[in-house]
């Protein structure tokens, strides 16, 4: 079945340094992905939709000089925390349309971002 | 946009023993998906059930669109069902697969 992979899955930096996290579809292609940020014992919050060849689409409130995407392939987008601070530590998770004309969405296994 | 609401927000259960867990959404929908979120984090698919029932093992699903609510039913469960179960629900008009998420229910089965 379709799957979509993450990685790091866990990464530490320095407060003020940047760190990137990549998701890759690694059986279909995927023009859309989106990523969500997820607070401990909170739900998921959708940060944005990365379309391939184009700017992603931020939700209301999300830097998007922040949180940089980029989806310069069918089968990778890449999320890039700039200038980290602690309180960017969280799960960060994305996902996509699992193709072949189906609706059901796959995601990733997360990544987790601890900033110190 | 669009509201997704969940019930019970904690259950806990003795192994076993059976549970509904409840998904209001409060508009029209494309999708409607549940997931079961294990410790480390990842998010397993259960059912993809915009509409209609599905079953799968021990677990069933049924969405009524119109109403707009699904349910989740787990029986006889099991220690490893622990964790927690989330509703997430594509809005019609949207973006397909840009899904927004209830709370969720943490479960937690004792053996």
């Known amino acids: 079945g379709a799957v979509v992979s993450q990685h790091p899955s866990r990464v530490i930096c320095k407060s003020g340094t940047s760190v990137k996290i990549e998701c890759r579809s690694l059986?279909?292609?995927?023009?859309?992905m989106f990523w969500y940020r997820q607070f401990p014992k909170q739900s998921l919050m959708l940060m944005a939709t990365?379309?391939?060849?184009?700017?992603?689409?931020?939700e209301q409130g999300v830097e998007k000089d922040k949180f940089l995407i980029n989806h310069a392939s069918l089968t990778l987008s890449t999320l890039t925390v700039t200038s980290a601070h602690p309180e960017d530590s969280s799960f960060y998770i994305c996902?996509?349309?699992?193709?072949?004309?189906?609706?059901?969405?796959?995601f990733g296994e997360g990544s987790w971002l601890t900033v110190v | 946009g669009i509201q997704v609401e969940q019930s019970p927000p904690d259950l806990i259960l003795q192994e076993g023993a059976n549970s509904t867990l409840r998904c209001n959404f409060s508009?029209?929908?494309?999708?409607l998906q549940w997931f079961h979120q294990n410790p480390w984090g990842q998010l397993i698919n259960l059912f993809y059930?915009?509409?209609g029932t599905k079953q799968n093992g021990r677990l069933s699903a049924t969405t009524v669109a119109t109403e707009r609510y699904s349910l989740l039913y787990i029986s006889s469960s099991q220690t490893t069902d622990s964790g927690v179960y989330f509703c997430?629900?594509?809005?019609?008009?949207?973006?397909?697969?840009?899904?927004?998420f209830g709370r969720g229910t943490q479960l937690t089965v004792w053996p």
């Open positions: 508009d029209s929908v494309n999708n």
């Open positions: 996902s996509a349309n699992g193709g072949l004309g189906g609706n059901t969405i796959y």
């Open positions: 059930i915009p509409s």
């Open positions: 990365s379309n391939e060849g184009s700017k992603a689409t931020y």
């Open positions: 997430a629900v594509d809005h019609r008009g949207s973006t397909l697969g840009r899904l927004y």
């Open positions: 059986d279909f292609q995927a023009t859309t």
